[in-house]
């Protein structure tokens, strides 16, 4: 049986969650009779005490586990040989400032396994934190903007919310919307950010937290075809409008012919994005849709710039809450914390200011957005997590994959494999012969 270690989470100050509870915890104890180590904290939600009261102990470093669970990366100087690291480790993608991180685990002889990767048989992912990104990119975009139409003049209920970060849980950031929700309903919102309009792309966890928050609000649901026909007038200030688009809205095949999702996958290089023509009608852009390279982007500098210069577009605010820096969404340039969440995006000069006082176009782009509702998350985390464990910790690691005893669903995420790339992942050799 392994010994089990929670590490203490480094990558900011705002990193409050942890892959198991204290009461998950408890029971994975009890089942498979493994001892297990919480490292010291001085941020982590669920104090240390709890920990020790259902059997863990509190350790300095990292040093007494065999199976370190984490939720972000770890930096490299903290890595330790023969050790069989849990947590995202975002190198999926060959992304350039983890692949230091992926040598070293491979020199040091550990093994690496991704949650993002334990997916079913039908190939969606077990383990998330999606729902909590879309609840707490929701509210911050909501937030943000209300201080951002303040500082421009214009009063909308949206002044009196909070970041996400200072609510005690999503009902809580909900109740305090509903009550601005009856302001919008008897009020309505300034007429001129009227009708005030939400494109969300994507449909999946993200997604649904997204919705989750904004259904609270008197939204009005629309198809992509109806929003040029939306118009200024008495009604629509007294609601909102949500559009939700799907891959079809977001592409087109370049010879004309007709969408086909799986062929789209497959080869996306055969489709061009149709969203430009969309665009001019958006107040507040929220980017849920997973993205990779092969894909066309759907917000461009160009495409903003031409909507600016036509003077057509009411475009205020982007919550690029899948965060691809110089992704799906371009003026993405970087990415923020929730310290500093917001920067302005100037179409015309493809420059960025920080903060949210000035001209240009609000981003949000906090790449670890759940960790502002630390318990909510981590709470719908491990008990995702929890069932995996048994598994995790009686494997033996010394043999092959195949003859280790991990489930399909855990060996699926094995990047690396005491010091190897297995074979799913060996085209991850390219990017890690770079460093």
């Given at each position: 049986m392994h010994k089990?270690?929670?590490?203490?989470?480094?990558?900011?100050?705002?990193?409050?969650?942890?892959?198991?509870?204290?009461?998950d915890l408890r029971e994975i104890i009890e089942k498979t009779g493994a001892q297990a180590y919480v490292q010291r904290s001085d941020k982590r939600f669920f104090p240390e005490n709890l920990y020790e009261k259902v059997g863990a102990h509190i350790c300095d470093d990292m040093t007494p586990g065999e199976i370190i669970l984490g939720i972000k990366e770890i930096p490299v100087e903290k890595l330790q040989p023969n050790k069989i690291y849990v947590f995202f480790s975002h190198t999926i993608k060959g992304q350039p400032a983890n692949m230091p991180m992926l040598k070293k685990i491979?020199?040091?002889?550990?093994?690496?396994?991704?949650?993002?990767?334990?997916i079913d048989v039908n190939g969606r992912r077990s383990v998330y934190f999606g729902p909590y990104a879309g609840d707490a990119g929701a509210i911050n975009i909501l937030w943000l903007m209300g201080k951002y139409w303040k500082h421009c003049?214009?009063?909308?209920?949206?002044?009196?919310?909070?970041q996400a970060i200072e609510y005690s849980s999503v009902q809580d950031a909900k109740n305090h919307l509903q009550l601005l929700s009856h302001d919008i309903k008897k009020q309505g919102i300034p007429s001129e950010l009227s009708p005030l309009v939400f494109g969300l792309l994507g449909y999946g966890n993200v997604s649904k937290g997204v919705q989750n928050i904004l259904d609270v609000l008197p939204i009005k649901r629309v198809a992509p075809a109806e929003l040029p026909s939306l118009t200024r007038s008495e009604q629509t200030r007294h609601e909102v409008y949500?559009?939700?688009?799907?891959?079809?809205?977001?592409?087109r095949k370049t010879d004309g012919g007709d969408f086909n999702l799986q062929e789209y996958y497959s080869n996306p290089e055969?489709?061009?994005s149709q969203?430009?023509?969309?665009?001019?009608?958006?107040?507040?852009?929220l980017n849920a849709i997973?993205?990779?390279?092969?894909?066309?982007?759907?917000?461009?500098?160009?495409?903003?710039?031409?909507?600016?210069?036509?003077?057509?577009?009411?475009?205020?605010?982007?919550?690029?809450?899948?965060?691809?820096?110089?992704?799906?969404?371009?003026?993405?340039?970087k990415t923020t914390n929730s310290g500093d969440p917001a920067y302005l995006c100037d179409p015309y000069t493809r420059s960025i200011t920080d903060g949210y006082k000035g001209k240009g176009i609000v981003m949000l782009a906090i790449d670890n957005l759940p960790c502002e509702l630390p318990n909510d998350s981590s709470t719908f985390f491990s008990n995702q997590l929890k069932p995996f464990m048994p598994d995790l910790l009686q494997a033996d690691f010394s043999k092959s994959l195949d003859q280790s005893a991990l489930s399909p669903e855990l060996q699926n995420a094995v990047i690396v494999h005491n010091g190897e790339l297995t074979p799913?992942?060996?085209y991850l050799e390219k990017y890690v012969g770079h460093i």
């Open positions: 089990l270690l929670i590490r203490a989470e480094d990558k900011n100050i705002y990193e409050r969650r942890t892959p198991l509870t204290p009461d491979m020199s040091l002889k550990s093994t690496l396994i991704d949650y993002e990767k334990i003049g214009i009063n909308t209920p949206f002044s009196q919310l909070k949500l559009c939700v688009f799907k891959e079809n809205d977001l592409v055969t489709y061009q969203f430009d023509q969309y665009l001019p009608h958006i107040s507040i852009l997973y993205w990779e390279n092969k894909y066309p982007r759907f917000v461009t500098w160009d495409s903003l710039k031409q909507c600016y210069t036509a003077g057509h577009t009411k475009l205020e605010g982007i919550a690029d809450i899948t965060c691809d820096v110089n992704g799906s969404i371009e003026c993405n340039v799913k992942y060996r």
